[in-house]
T-cell receptor, first 111, second 111 residues
Framework: GEDVEQSLFLSVREGDSSVINCTYT??????LYWYKQEPGAGLQLLTY?????DMKQDQRLTVLLNKKDKHLSLRIADTQTGDSAIYFC???????????FGTGTRLLVSP | SQTIHQWPATLVQPVGSPLSLECTVE??????LYWYRQAAGRGLQLLFY??????ISSEVPQNLSASRPQDRQFILSSKKLLLSDSGFYLC??????????FGNGTRLTVT
């Protein structure tokens, strides 16, 4: 079955870059997503990448996809304290309407 | 534009009491609808999804049920709550291969 894994915790200093990693097992994933969850709130879509792409950049966010290794990463440049949150990666399979989420990575940004 | 509403935002219920959480979507037709649960400190678990009125797929056997009485209304129910039902319940919608868009969630505490 599908499985998506992330490291649980990442701590960085304000102004540094953050890199959040994700691995997945389903080789037929079509879309991969990154969501952000602030305390007590729902999930906010940050960005997503189609499986035939290697990279996608959106302002401070860079998504890298290594389909051979089934590895997805999210890089946040110039990390700010407002970026502190839980970040979830998720994958969608062809023909399926549901997303499978990772366990989430808690990012803590210190001043 | 599309919006999603979930209520209530917070709920405290005793063990054995019934549950009804409601979710409605505006601004789109025939959306796919989802209920996820997030236990404290854990990732998201898909509970139910629906691709149309009266069509419900259950992902995890449990004492919860879901119904879709109207195109843009999704209800999560239980006849008798258990302590283990405590968590953060999130409703989401999508259309076709679009990303999932989440509501603000309901924090349920079963006492």
């Amino acid at each position: 079955g599908e499985d998506v894994e992330q490291s649980l915790f990442l701590s960085v200093r304000e102004g540094d870059s953050s890199v959040i990693n994700c691995t997945y097992t389903d080789s037929s994933s079509t879309y991969l997503y990154w969501y952000k969850q602030e305390p007590g709130a729902g999930l906010q879509l940050l960005t997503y990448i189609f499986s035939n792409m290697d990279m996608k950049q959106d302002q401070r966010l860079t998504v890298l996809l290594n389909k051979k290794d089934k590895h997805l990463s999210l890089r946040i440049a110039d990390t700010q304290t407002g970026d502190s949150a839980i970040y979830f990666c998720a994958e969608r399979n062809t023909g399926f309407q549901k997303l499978v989420f990772g366990t989430g990575t808690r990012l803590l940004v210190s001043p | 534009s599309q919006t999603i509403h979930q209520w209530p935002a917070t709920l405290v219920q005793p063990v054995g009491s019934p549950l009804s959480l409601e979710c409605t979507v505006e601004g789109t037709s025939n959306p796919n609808l989802y209920w996820y649960r997030q236990a404290a400190g854990r990732g998201l678990q898909l509970l139910f999804y629906s691709v149309g009125i009266g069509q419900i797929s259950s992902e995890v056997p449990q004492n919860l049920s879901a119904s879709r009485p109207q195109d843009r209304q999704f209800i999560l129910s239980s006849k008798k709550l258990l302590l283990s039902d405590s968590g953060f319940y999130l409703c989401a919608w999508s259309v076709g291969n679009s990303p999932l868009h989440f509501g603000n969630g309901t924090r349920l505490t079963v006492t």
